[in-house]
T-cell receptor
Framework: LAKITQPISMDSYEGQEVNITCSHN???????ITWYQQFPSQGPRFIIQ???TKVTNEVASLFIPADRKSSTLSLPRVSLSDTAVYYC?????????????FGQGTTLQVKP | GAVVSQHPSRVICKSGTSVKIECRSL??????MFWYRQFPKQSLMLMAT?????????EQGVEKDKFLINHASLTLSTLTVTSAHPEDSSFYIC?????????????????FGPGTRLTVL
């Protein structure tokens, strides 16, 4: 399984763009990169997933360089409600077990 | 769509009793469900993979006789914590993998339940 490294915590202010970088040096060819968000006492919520280059949806963008050894989750104009733990996960495709192994995550604190 | 529910959301029990937690996929079929445990200020720890119609696969260090998993249908998996002790107090979360591959063709997308807070006295 790919070893994942992401910052333990980050602080930001409302309205700012937040970029959280995740390192996954030994990512396998078939692995996808997925980000989840978790609020206290709730289950994680899917944010975005990508394989290479850039993916954008209504809540975030995911930037993946050509070597795929890292990825950056970008949250545009964060608000107080974006305060949460963000997990970067690397996992295989539909055909395998589908196991997701969570790392320590990044605790994002958005301040007014 | 893609909603996963858990019941109960919160349970308090006495030491030595057994507690059953249900995980349901409400609007999709899930051949595979996963059970996680999360202690305060820590990340989710995968306990086991539950496959419909077959035995669960447990992660290393998780006692299969203590944490009984049953996945009898494509929409329901249950986790029973047997002979619960205070150290089993935790937040238990399930997730379900869409049988047909996930919304928007996202590979490996899992949908998580809201969690069950177990407190063993």
């Amino acid at each position: 399984l790919a070893k994942i490294t992401q910052p333990i915590s980050m602080d930001s202010y409302e309205g700012q763009e937040v970029n959280i970088t995740c390192s996954h040096n030994n990512i396998a060819t078939n692995d996808y990169i997925t980000w989840y968000q978790q609020f206290p006492s709730q289950g994680p919520r899917f944010i975005i997933q990508g394989y290479k280059t850039k993916v954008t949806n209504e809540v975030a963008s995911l930037f993946i360089p050509a070597d795929r050894k890292s990825s950056t989750l970008s949250l545009p104009r964060v608000s107080l409600s974006d305060t949460a733990v963000y997990y970067c996960l690397v996992g295989g495709q539909r055909s395998n077990t589908g196991k997701l192994i969570f790392g320590q995550g990044t605790t994002l604190q958005v301040k007014p | 769509g893609a909603v996963v529910s858990q019941h109960p959301s919160r349970v308090i029990c006495k030491s030595g009793t057994s507690v059953k937690i249900e995980c349901r996929s409400l609007d999709f079929q899930a051949t595979t469900m996963f059970w996680y445990r999360q202690f305060p200020k820590q990340s989710l720890m995968l306990m086991a993979t539950s496959n419909e119609g077959s035995k669960a696969t447990y992660e290393q260090g998780v006692e299969k006789d203590k944490f009984l998993i049953n996945h009898a249908s494509l929409t329901l998996s249950t986790l029973t914590v047997t002979s619960a002790h205070p150290e089993d107090s935790s937040f238990y979360i399930c997730s379900a993998r869409d049988h047909w591959g996930g919304l928007n063709n996202n590979n490996n997308e899992q949908f998580f339940g809201p969690g069950t807070r177990l407190t063993v006295l």
